[in-house]
């Protein structure tokens, strides 16, 4: 049950070029990384001009027209996959709206403070999602995974007192803590989001 | 006479250098300081929750 997934910090992503297939021009750059918090997916990106006296771009890339997420860049097909700003979805569309994650304060269900989110990590593959954040508590990295429990708002991040026991420090062991936390949301039949 | 003479021009000649090349640093730092702040205005990317999460507030 325990797949092996692929894991990168939202942040990281945030400065990759995007890659087109067909020719392997850079159309352009990702700037902001906007994810569904409730279903955890992954809506899409806003972008920026390539250059030197680059601007952000009305065009925005969803992630139903991404080949793939890798390291070093973010592939498409061709610049044809990038939506125009009238064809954008509609959550990618109202980014005035979108509210960054990044600061806000994480508290536990049984009323810990956890820290402040820093970073959001996503699992990248055909289905690209959130599926955990980065929180920083006293200087000291962890790492926890969301669920469909979890309550955010640009207030405050609730997560379920039991996703205590499966916070990590290092983002390399956090993915195993993924896969064994949706084991155990799957388990009690609560992954009310998972299949979403 | 002469000496003073030339030695005015030359003084003149090397403060118009200087001039130039304190115009010519002062340019070089706009252009420097506007290509900085291009740069970072661009890279201020962040990571956005979609406003669905905020309707779900408290729903769960």
Known sequence: MTDQINLVRASEVGKLPVVTIDGGEDAAEIKDVVYDASRHHLVGFTLNKRGWFRGTMKETLATENVAGIGPDAVMIESDACLNAADSAPEQLDRTGENYSVIGVPVVSSGGAALGTVVDVVIETGPDPKAVGYEVDNDGNRIFVPTSAQMGLSGDNLVVPAEADEFVRNDLAGFGAAVSSFRDLLAGRGDARGATS | ?60
């Open chain 2, 1 to 60: 006479m002469r000496m003073d003479a030339h030695t005015s021009r030359k003084g003149g000649v090397d403060m118009d250098i200087i001039v130039i090349l304190l115009i010519a640093l002062v340019v070089i730092a706009v252009i420097g300081a506007l290509f900085a702040f291009a740069r970072t205005r661009q890279r201020s990317g962040s990571v956005l929750a979609a406003p669905e999460a905020r309707q779900q507030k408290g729903s769960s």
